[in-house]
């Protein structure tokens, strides 16, 4: 099923044009890598899809209805953001912040049941935080707090994962927890996608990718195909070989 189709989606910021006429489908069940130099307009885009920015030329619909239709509260449990950075204004726990992740599915008058407290808290064992629900937020490592802000999201249990940079901050081993996390989301028939800087991780862990090159032109289409020497070489202006494993393969500067 398509969970969001975009037709023509111009993305641009003081009087730049970063991205033009982006196409680009995403279907339950998988994971689509973006990929750009800082500054081609992931984050842009990424907010743009999930309807904090407003789309200035083109159109978006998620679920088959236009994004601007969607109640915000429904919205909320079709799609969800991993914001590339995160902000404590107020005194929390860890587990409170989880919580926050329920509030789409909680109405007005409603507390959080008890319900509502194993799913966040099975999120935080999700991302190895179990021990962490009485502590403070403001408490936590630059790790363990990107770790917190996932365990929100999955809390939240969107259809569509929407994620920016969601390994900042986290050692090789919990990347690869975050990563295995989420493309076993998608294969259970949610939908992922995320900006990554890594595209050895991004051809391991993805379906589809796109690529970004900041004036406006853009790639998009299966991993295999997307991802080349050549490709992310103009990606990144610079000379990349592939190393292939069995199995596996990445890309290195050379
Ligand atoms: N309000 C704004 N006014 C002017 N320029 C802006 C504004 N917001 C974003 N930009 C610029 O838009 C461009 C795209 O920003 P965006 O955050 O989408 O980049 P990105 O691809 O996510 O980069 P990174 O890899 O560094 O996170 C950047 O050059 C940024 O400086």
Redesign the pocket.
């Known amino acids: 099923m398509t969970l969001l189709d975009v037709r023509g989606l111009d993305i641009s ?2 009087g730049r044009t ?1 991205v033009r006429s982006l196409d680009l489908s995403v279907s339950s069940g998988s994971v689509t890598a973006l990929l ?1 130099r ?8 990424l907010h743009t899809l999930c309807g904090l920015r407003a789309a200035e030329k083109g159109s978006i619909s998620v679920a088959g209805q236009s994004l601007a239709q969607w109640p915000r509260k429904e919205l909320a449990r079709k799609l969800g953001l991993l914001a ?1 950075t995160t902000e404590d204004p107020f005194p929390s726990t860890v587990m409170e912040t989880a919580l926050i992740g329920r509030h789409p599915h909680i109405d007005f008058w409603q507390w959080e049941s008890d319900i509502d407290r194993s799913i966040a808290g099975t999120a935080l064992e999700a991302v190895d935080l179990a021990g962490f629900a009485a502590r403070d937020i403001s408490t936590l490592s630059g790790g363990e707090r990107r770790r917190a802000a996932i365990a929100t999201l999955l809390a939240q249990d969107p259809e569509l994962f929407l994620l920016d ?1 969601p390994i900042n901050h986290l050692d090789p081993p919990h990347q690869l927890d975050a990563l295995r996390l989420f493309r076993a989301r998608a294969d259970a028939g949610r939908a992922v996608i995320m ?1 990554l ?1 890594d595209a050895g991780l991004a051809a391991r862990f993805s379906d589809q990718a796109v690529l ?1 090159f900041g004036d406006g032109d853009w790639l998009c289409g299966p991993t295999r195909e997307i991802l080349t020497e050549t490709n992310i070489g103009r990606l990144y202006g610079v000379a990349v070989r592939e190393v292939s494993w069995e199995g596996g393969r990445t890309f290195v500067a050379v």
């Open positions: 910021v003081a970063l750009g800082n500054g081609a307009g992931k984050t842009l885009t590339q940079e900006s800087h970004l």
